[in-house]
């Protein structure tokens, strides 16, 4: 079953607003990474969270791991065009894989 | 280029057939991974090698699923008898030595079966 959920599957916002999307397991996770897919791409790394309650930030993207290590967040502010596509993350529980959630589809209206 | 590099991007077979998929690696990493994806999914875990060890395979891969890592280098994906159900994008991943280091994503094999 699935491992990794992620809400919402889309979203759609105005150049210069907001954007979230949520990342929760089940399950306590060990790390947790996120992937950025733009339209006809593949993922890309951006980074890894790894301690309980971890805020990273990257120029506008801000991400946070919960303090039970359950769940996760990608916000961005002030949205640009260049942001539009899929934002994945991926779950380690140990063994040798990365669990990926469904993905938030991010639109940008200009 | 030294990222992850596949081949082909694209294949269009008909439902039956046999297909085999390549994938080069960053020429250092001990890691390299297949993922299936379909459209509005996340990449779904398929196998992995460390070296040319095949270490892991997921339940998703059935018996018409083979991978191989010859020298623990390149690796090919073979999907045999091949069925509708597996159109999908058939991504490659390499990564350093550890399990949580980078994974660095090829750009895909873009499969249809007709």
């Known amino acids: 079953g699935q491992q990794v959920m992620q809400i919402p599957q889309y979203q759609h916002v105005q150049e210069g607003e907001d954007f979230t999307t949520y990342c929760n397991s089940s399950t306590t996770l060990s790390n947790i990474q996120w992937y950025k897919q733009r339209p006809g791409g593949h993922p890309v790394f951006l980074i890894q969270?790894?301690?309980?309650?971890e805020v990273k930030k990257q120029k506008r993207l801000t991400f946070q791991f919960g303090e039970a290590k359950k769940n996760s967040s990608l916000h961005i502010t002030a949205t640009q065009t260049t942001d539009v596509g899929t934002y994945f993350c991926a779950g380690y529980l140990g063994g040798n894989q990365f669990y990926f959630g469904t993905g938030t589809s991010l639109t940008v209206i200009p | 280029d030294t990222g992850v590099s596949q081949d082909p991007r694209h294949k269009i077979t008909k439902r039956g057939q046999n297909v085999t998929f390549r994938c080069d690696p960053i020429s250092e990493h001990n890691r390299l991974y297949w993922y299936r994806q379909t459209l509005g999914q996340g990449p779904e875990f398929l196998t992995y090698f460390q070296n040319e060890a095949q270490l892991e395979k997921s339940r998703l891969l059935s018996d018409r699923f083979s991978a191989e890592r010859p020298k623990g280098s390149f690796s090919t994906l073979e999907i045999q008898r091949t069925e509708q159900g597996d159109s999908a994008m058939y991504l490659c991943?390499?990564?350093?030595?550890?399990?949580?280091?980078?994974?660095?994503f090829g750009p895909g094999t873009r499969l249809t079966v007709l």
């Open positions: 991943a390499s990564s350093y030595r550890q399990v949580t280091d980078t994974q660095y």
């Open positions: 969270l790894v301690k309980s309650g």
